[in-house]
Structure formats: C-alpha cells, structure tokens
C-alpha cells in the first residue's frame, strides 16, 4: 500500500507543479494595467513628435534644399504664429512659445525647441532629419532625433527615432526608440495615420518591445482606434492588445495573453479605466 501511494504521489506531482505554473503565467489585472500604461505613454510622446514631423512635410519635392527649407519656414510661420523660426541654409532651428499667437496644431499645443534639417528633396530621396529639445504639450516632454525618409512609390514614410521622455505629472522618465513606416488614413492627414513597425523603451518597469500591426491613430488620442500591438514585458510574458473605438472621445482597448484578457478604455486626455 506505501509503495503505491508513493507511485500516485509521484504521478500527481508534475501534474500539479505543471498547473501551478501555468497559473502563475496567467496574465493579471496588474500587469495588464502597467502593460496598457506604458504603451500609451509611449505612444504620447511619439505622437507628439509625429505632429512635428507633420508640420515639416510642407515644402515642394524636386528643389534644392536651401529652397525647400525657406517654404517650410512661411508654412510654419503661417500655421505656428508663436514659432521663432531661425533658418541657417537647409536647417531651421524653431522655437515654439517664443512669440505671441497660437502654438496649436492637430490637436497638440507645442513648447520646447525644434531643428529641421532638409537633407535631400529629391523625388525618390526625400530625407529630413529632426532633433527635438524639451519638446511639450504640457502631458509629456520629449528629447531626442529622428529620421524621416519618404517613398514616392507607395506614398509611406519610414520614421527611425531614438527619444526620451518624460511624463510632467509625475516625472517618470523612458528612454527608447523605434522603427516605423507610416501612411495616411483614408480621410487625409485631418484623420490620422496607419502605422506598422516596432517601438521598444526601457522604463523604471523593465524594457519592453512592442510589434505594430496596421494599427491606426488620430493625432488627438493617445492610443490607437484599430489594430494591433504585440508586446513583449520586463514580465516575461507576450502580450496582444487590440483597439476599438468606443466612441468618439474613449477607446476600447482588450489586453490578453496566457488565456486571460482585461478590457479598458482610454479617454482622450490619456485616463484609463477599467470597462
């Protein structure tokens, strides 16, 4: 009888030590919370950057850069009042607050300092690259440089960004970088992006890696309103998030991975709260 007991013991232990650990890589609420915070801080402060980037497409392709450079100027001067803009050859060096006027556009109201540099405006070769210094919008800060190359054939950009940022309510503080290719969304730039690539950040958290899949984006929220990330946690454990709009202030956003999943929604203004 001892002998038998021990062999069901012994049958019964990997069973429950197996289960017990598939328990303990179940995904929770916690970490589904954190996990959805940092993406939408991340996301924050690229979009803050995007709508720069944005404001910097305005100049006619096929000129020569120093030409380009001075309608990128007047368009800018005529869209940013309050910009100080300094234009050094191909470089312009702007200064968003500096003057009276309105420091807003899609949705972003803009300090800090901005340098564009038009690299090359040749149709096919369309190369700018940005550096960005305490660039806000009063919810994050954001420093750092970014390269943006422009493809004639499919109409995208393909944006490289290594970037700091730091979130002004409580001063918690990222560093990360990314690889993107963007193109606009059926209703124009007024609407927003579609996006694939990667992001990938280190925080006070851990790091984190984060594959975009055809999401898309107003510049207004700071989540997407569709499509997919996939991101990998400081938690080991892979994690998919998939966006829907809920209305038109708050998105839906369902957060899964290890057979559990957690719906919340994100307002506008960055507030997330559990559905």
Known sequence: MKKATIALLALLLPFSIGWGKCQDEALTAGEALQALEEVALSTQATQL????????????????VEAAAEELQEFIESQLPCAEITLVGAVLTI?????PGSCTYNGHTYSGSHSVEIVSATLGDLVVYHEWTDLSDGNVIVNGDSTVTWSSEDSSRNVVHELTWERVSDGKSVVGGGNRTQTLLP?????????????????????????????????????????????????????????????????????????????????????????
């Not at 200064?95 to 003057?99: D, H, P, V």
């Open 187 to 275: 209703g124009g730039i007024l609407e927003g992006i579609e996006i694939d690539g990667d992001r990938y950040w280190t925080s006070d958290r851990g790091d984190w890696d984060l594959s975009i899949d055809g999401i898309e984006i107003r510049w207004i929220d700071p989540v997407p309103q569709a499509g997919l990330f996939q991101l990998d946690t400081p938690f080991d454990k892979s994690v998919t998030m998939e966006f829907d709009r809920f209305d038109d202030d708050t998105i839906e956003v369902t957060v899964a991975s290890g057979g559990e999943e957690f719906s919340f929604h994100v307002s506008k203004w960055g507030v997330i709260s559990e559905e």
């Open 49 to 64: 950057a995007n709508g720069t980037i944005e404001i910097s497409t305005n100049f006619t392709i096929g000129q020569a």
């Open 95 to 99: 200064e968003y607050g500096a003057l």
